[in-house]
C-alpha cells in the first residue's frame, strides 16, 4: 500500500472514533414510531452452543459459559467484526427460550456499558449498520423483562448508532460495507422517533448505489455469489421497511432487486444452495428462498449466463461454471483463480465442488484455498491461472493479479443436450498454452461430458511452449484436473484404477471415466465451510498427464449408474450444524 493509501486508511479509523464519541453526546430516542418484522435468519444449533457459552467465530472457538463474552481477548480482527456486528443476535433468536434471551441480554447491555461512549472496535458503518439492524429486529426479544432504566439505555445506545451512521456512512468501502451501512440507517430512521430525518438521505444514497455497484446482469465487481445474496437481502428488507411505513421506492431500489433475483436463480444449484466461487459459501440456510419471495421477482436469466458464471441443468442436475475473468483491483481482495472451475450437483446433494473460502481458518488456509489447485479445473505445471500480489499494509490484503484476460465462452444445444464452451489464457504468458473447456450435459441430467484441451495456438505462444518443454528436458508440462468431492460423497477407484465410483447419501450412484490415455488416482482433500473448527476431509479425483505437443486433449465424464433409479426419493437427513 502506497503511503497516501496508509494515510487514508488511519484517517478513516480517526474520524470513526471521533464521529462515534460526539454521537454518544446526542439526544436519546424516547422509542419506536414503528417496528419492522424481524427478517434475518438464525441458526438454532448454533444458538445453543452460544448459550452453552461455547463462542465460534471467524474459525475461533472460545469457551465463556458462565463470563462476559466483552472480556475474552479477540484473537483477531475478523473474530471482533462478527462479535461487534451481533450477528449472532440471530441465532440466539432462533432458540427463542429463557436462556437465549438472558444470554443476548447480558452481552448486548455488556456492549452498551462497555463500548456505547464511541470506543471499541464496532465502530465502522458497516458493523453499526448491521448491528443497528439486529437491534432493532429482536427488540422485542430483548426488551422483554427489562426495566425503564436498560430501556433507556437501549434507545439512547440507538440514537447514538443512527447519528453516527448518519455521518459516516459515506466512508464505508463501497459493496457490501456501505449497502450494511445505508440499511441500517434506513431502518433506524424509519423505526426510532425523532430520526426520520436520518433516513430521507440514506434513502436516495442506496438508490444511488444500486445504479453504481449492481451492473446490468445483476452482478457486483467482486464476483462473489453469497456477498450478492447479502446484497440483495439488504435491499428487500429496506424495501419491506420502507414499505410497511408508507414510503415509495425509488425507482433505483427496485431495479436493482429486479435485475439481482434472476442471477441469483442461476447461480443456485438444484440443491438450494449458492455456488462457492471467489470467496462466498452456500449462503445460510433458508436466506436465499426467503429473500426472493420476499422480492415478487419470478424471471430468471435466458441464457444460463450470470455475473460471469455459465450454467447448466438437466432432470435434477446442476453444474455451474466460472466463465469470466476474476475481479480486479480491490474488488479482487477475496478473489480465488477458479477461471473454468465449476460445481455439480445432483438433487440435494453437491457432487463436485472447490474446496471454498479457507478466510475463516487462518491466513495459510485463505491463500491456499484461492489458489488454482482448491478448484476443480486444470492446473498447468503447479502454477495457479492467476496469482496473488504483495500484502497491503493497513488493510492487510492480496489483490489477484497475473489473472487471464480473455475467457470466450458459447452456449448451444447439442445432440441430445446442453453445451458449454469456454478458455482462457490465463497459462500463455508463462507456458504458451490456452486452457479450453467444453462440457455437455444430457436433457435428463444423467450424464455429463467433459473435455479439456490444452492449445498453443499463435507462433508466439508456440515459441513460449518450446521454451518451457525445454526447461522441462523435453518430458513435457505437467497438468493436473482435479474434481473435487463434497465430504459425504464416498468414492472409490473401481474397474482396476480406471474408473470412480461415488455414492451419494441419496442412494445414487455416479460413476467418473476418462480416455486413457492419462493417469488416475483419488488423492485427499479438503473442504473449506463457514461456521467449522477445522477443515474436512474429503477427496479429489485427479487425471495427470504431461503436454508435449501443441495441442493436448483430456476426454472424460460423469455419469449416473445405468442401474440408478431416475428420480430417487432422498429422505436422508442432512448433518445437523456443528462446530467440529
Not at 64 to 90: C, I, M, T
Not at 291 to 305: C, E, F, N, Y
Request: charged share 25%.
Amino acid at each position: 500500500m502506497s503511503r497516501p493509501e496508509r494515510f487514508s486508511v488511519r484517517r478513516t479509523q480517526f474520524m470513526n472514533r471521533f464521529y462515534a464519541r460526539l454521537a454518544a453526546r446526542s439526544k436519546a430516542a424516547k422509542g419506536f414510531v414503528s417496528q419492522p418484522e424481524p427478517r434475518t435468519i438464525g441458526s438454532f444449533a448454533r444458538g445453543r452452543q452460544l448459550v452453552a457459552g461455547n463462542c465460534l467465530f471467524a474459525g475461533y472457538l472460545i469457551e465463556a459459559p458462565n463470563g462476559d463474552v466483552w472480556d475474552q481477548r479477540s484473537p483477531d480482527r475478523a473474530y471482533e467484526k462478527e462479535l461487534h456486528g451481533f450477528g449472532w443476535l440471530d441465532d440466539l433468536a432462533a432458540v427463542g427460550d429463557g436462556a437465549a434471551r438472558l444470554r443476548a441480554q447480558n452481552w448486548l447491555w455488556g456492549w452498551i456499558e462497555r463500548y456505547g461512549n464511541g470506543t471499541g472496535p464496532g465502530w465502522s458503518p458497516d458493523l453499526t449498520g448491521r448491528r443497528l439492524i439486529r437491534w432493532i429486529n429482536h427488540a422485542i426479544f430483548l426488551l422483554r423483562g427489562q426495566d425503564s432504566a436498560q430501556s433507556d439505555a437501549f434507545f439512547t445506545s440507538l440514537a447514538h448508532q443512527t447519528r453516527f451512521l448518519s455521518r459516516r456512512w459515506h466512508s464505508a468501502a463501497p459493496g457490501l460495507p456501505r449497502f450494511e451501512a445505508l440499511t441500517g440507517l434506513i431502518y433506524a430512521g424509519m423505526s426510532l422517533e425523532g430520526m426520520e430525518s436520518r433516513a430521507e438521505p440514506a434513502i436516495r444514497a442506496l438508490a444511488r448505489e444500486c445504479a453504481s455497484q449492481i451492473d446490468e446482469q445483476g452482478g457486483l465487481p467482486t464476483r462473489n455469489p453469497e456477498e450478492l445474496l447479502d446484497v440483495f437481502t439488504l435491499l428487500t428488507w429496506a424495501a419491506a421497511a420502507l414499505g410497511e411505513a408508507g414510503r415509495e421506492l425509488p425507482a433505483g431500489h427496485i431495479a436493482a432487486i429486479e435485475r439481482i433475483a434472476p442471477s441469483l436463480r442461476t447461480l443456485r444449484h438444484s440443491d438450494g444452495g449458492l455456488a462457492r466461487f471467489h470467496g462466498g459459501g452456500r449462503g445460510l440456510e433458508g436466506w436465499l428462498d426467503h429473500a426472493l419471495a420476499a422480492s415478487h421477482v419470478k424471471t430468471r436469466h435466458p441464457d444460463g449466463m450470470s455475473m460471469g458464471y455459465a450454467r447448466l441443468s438437466g432432470g435434477r442436475t446442476s453444474v455451474i461454471m466460472d466463465a469470466s475473468p476474476p475481479p480486479k483491483g480491490k474488488a479482487s481482495y477475496n478473489a480465488h483463480a477458479s477461471t473454468l472451475a465449476f460445481e455439480l450437483t445432483s438433487g440435494r446433494r453437491p457432487l463436485v465442488v472447490n474446496c471454498g473460502s479457507g478466510g475463516s481458518f487462518g491466513a495459510d488456509w485463505r491463500r491456499a484455498g484461492r489458489a488454482t489447485p482448491s478448484h476443480s479445473t486444470l492446473c498447468l505445471d503447479g502454477y495457479s491461472s492467476a496469482r496473488l500480489g504483495s500484502l497491503t499494509r493497513g488493510e492487510q490484503q492480496e489483490a489477484l493479479i497475473d489473472a487471464p484476460r480473455h475467457v470466450p465462452i458459447e452456449m448451444s444445444l447439442a445432440s441430445d443436450g446442453m453445451r458449454l464452451e469456454s478458455g482462457h489464457d490465463g497459462y500463455v504468458p508463462t507456458h504458451g498454452l490456452t486452457h479450453a473447456r467444453i462440457l455437455e450435459m444430457t436433457f435428463d441430467g444423467r450424464g455429463v461430458v467433459g473435455e479439456d484441451m490444452l492449445l498453443a495456438i499463435d507462433d508466439s505462444s508456440m515459441k513460449s511452449f518450446d521454451m518451457a518443454l525445454e526447461k522441462s528436458a523435453l518430458k513435457g508440462v505437467g497438468f493436473d484436473i482435479r474434481f473435487h468431492l463434497h465430504p459425504e460423497v464416498d468414492a472409490a477407484l473401481d474397474l482396476g484404477g480406471s474408473a470412480v465410483s461415488m455414492a451419494l447419501k441419496s442412494g445414487e450412484i455416479w460413476v467418473f471415466r476418462h480416455d486413457g490415455s492419462f493417469k488416475l488416482s483419488l488423492d485427499p482433500s479438503v473442504y473449506l465451510e463457514y461456521g467449522r473448527l477445522k477443515p474436512r476431509a474429503t477427496k479429489q479425483i485427479v487425471l495427470s498427464g504431461r503436454a508435449i505437443e501443441y495441442a493436448t486433449r483430456i476426454r472424460w465424464s460423469l455419469s449416473k449408474a445405468q442401474d440408478t433409479a431416475i428420480a430417487v426419493r432422498d429422505l436422508k437427513q442432512n448433518d445437523p450444524d456443528d462446530i467440529d
